[in-house]
């Protein structure tokens, strides 16, 4: 099962997390934001969904083979059943998926011995989890394609999905990794990428409260970020 293709969410996931201490690089809910806007990229390449002035719309609404993207499919509206407008506002399911999404990526990629998770506690109380690199861990992999596809400025549509993604979610390596060039691009990359600009306007909506007091409605936990 470890030699299974990995799909965006998984490869964000590998990306974004330390291989050794199992932390997010960049805030967990927006770790989360990232892993639920991969899911929508990865339906969009595998033709079963397409977007519409920031709407999701089910294009084909059989489920795939991957369990998981069937899960997300069904949970938008089938074609024709929307209403009017029709679809999902995809930043608007991008926020109520974000917190399932990273979580159940996560497990699948515990089972699969890509990560394996360590229970710890807050002050000695509250419980949290990291998800260090397991034996079939292929993080490494996942990075080595991320740095050649930028080094050859990502010429194929998954590579440029997966490096908007990475940036929207602020993941340090590559907002500001490599020249003023390759930064320049790729927040242009967040910019075209419609599922990876879902994930930027909650990100900056979570900044924005939390500038002014407020509660940003996701806070900085889920399973991918909490305690140190």
């Given at each position: 099962m470890t030699g299974a293709a990995l799909t965006l969410p998984e490869e964000l996931l590998l990306l974004?997390?330390?291989?050794?201490?199992?932390?997010?690089?960049?805030?967990?809910?927006?770790?989360?934001?990232?892993?639920?806007?991969?899911?929508?990229?990865?339906?969009?390449l595998q033709g079963r969904i397409a977007e519409e002035r920031g709407r999701v719309v089910v294009v084909n609404p059989l489920d795939p083979p991957d369990p998981l993207l069937a899960v997300f499919l069904r949970s938008l509206p089938p074609p024709g059943k929307g209403g009017f407008p029709s679809g999902a506002s995809a930043r608007r399911w991008v926020r109520q998926a974000g917190r399932r999404a990273g979580g159940l990526y996560l497990d699948a990629l515990v089972e699969r011995g890509v990560l394996r998770r360590e229970t710890r506690r807050f002050l000695g109380l509250l419980p949290y989890h990291r998800h260090p690199a397991g034996p079939g861990s292929r993080a490494e992999q996942v990075l080595r394609g991320y740095e050649e596809s930028r080094a050859a400025g990502h010429p194929d549509r998954r590579g440029r999905l997966l490096a908007a993604l990475a940036a929207a979610v602020e993941l340090p390596a590559v907002v500001r990794g490599g020249d003023r060039r390759a930064r320049a691009a790729t927040r242009t990359l967040v910019r075209e990428e419609w599922p990876a600009q879902a994930v930027h306007r909650n990100v900056r909506q979570d900044k924005a409260a939390r500038a002014g007091g407020g509660g940003s409605g996701g806070g900085d936990g889920g399973g991918n970020g909490g305690g140190d």
């Open positions: 974004a997390l330390d291989p050794v201490r199992g932390k997010p690089y960049c805030r967990g809910r927006f770790l989360e934001y990232g892993v639920a806007g991969a899911a929508l990229a990865e339906l969009e």
